[in-house]
T-cell receptor
Framework: KQEVTQIPAALSVPEGENLVLNCSFTDSAIYNLQWFRQDPGKGLTSLLLIQSSQREQTSGRLNASLDKSSGRSTLYIAASQPGDSATYLCAVSSGNTGKLIFGQGTTLQVKP | NAGVTQTPKFQVLKTGQSMTLQCAQDMNHEYMSWYRQDPGMGLRLIHYSVGAGITDQGEVPNGYNVSRSTTEDFPLRLLSAAPSQTSVYFC???????????????FGAGSRLTVL
């Protein structure tokens, strides 16, 4: 059974710092991996999707990497801002569907 | 575009009552799904559908029922509410296949359910 783990559960950094969020999964036979952002009381917003054949994806200050063989993904946030404060979730899919297995998320606080 | 619309946003039920959470999308997405989010447990898949007339169970389907009579709508029914079903429920949709945007889920804003 696929399990997805995100460590740490919470992270607090000063504004301007570069930071890395970690995601690990137990079964390397994934189809894709996605990173989402969730603001308090809101739904999830997709940030990046990495296909299993890709090593990384970039969007603005965000860069997500994927190492299938080791079962790991990282989300790199450059020059963090208070507006980046949110919970970040990673999720993996085993097929060409929308069925995802989610990690528990990392709650990020960026202090001004 | 409205995206994915969920109603109601908040609901309080008594144990044993039944209700339906509504989900509608206007993006012509084939795939729709329901997740529940509980503290410390992330999101867990309840039911999903790959198209009108086709539904299947996810990780935690017990106590829930779904149907998909149209592409746009995917209601979630609680048959006899229990306190263990107190949670935040999210509906999500995506297109499938090899087209741009495939498998990128669009989520609704959530429905917070409390069962007393």
């Amino acid at each position: 059974k696929q399990e997805v783990t995100q460590i740490p559960a919470a992270l607090s950094v000063p504004e301007g710092e570069n930071l890395v969020l970690n995601c690990s999964f137990t079964d390397s036979a994934i189809y894709n991996l996605q990173w989402f952002r969730q603001d308090p009381g809101k739904g999830l917003t997709s940030l990046l999707l990495i296909q299993s054949s890709q090593r990384e994806q970039t969007s603005g200050r965000l860069n997500a990497s994927l190492d299938k063989s080791s079962g790991r993904s990282t989300l790199y946030i450059a020059a963090s801002q208070p507006g980046d404060s949110a919970t970040y979730l990673c999720a993996v899919s085993s097929g060409n569907t929308g069925k995802l297995i989610f990690g528990q998320g990392t709650t990020l606080q960026v202090k001004p | 575009n409205a995206g994915v619309t969920q109603t109601p946003k908040f609901q309080v039920l008594k144990t044993g009552q039944s209700m339906t959470l509504q989900c509608a999308q206007d993006m012509n997405h084939e795939y729709m799904s329901w997740y529940r989010q509980d503290p410390g447990m992330g999101l867990r898949l309840i039911h999903y559908s790959v198209g009108a007339g086709i539904t299947d169970q996810g990780e935690v389907p017990n106590g829930y029922n779904v149907s998909r009579s149209t592409t746009e709508d995917f209601p979630l029914r609680l048959l006899s509410a229990a306190p263990s079903q107190t949670s935040v429920y999210f509906c999500a949709s995506t297109r499938t296949g090899g087209r741009p945007g495939a498998n990128v889920l669009t989520f609704g804003a959530g429905s917070r359910l409390t069962v007393l």
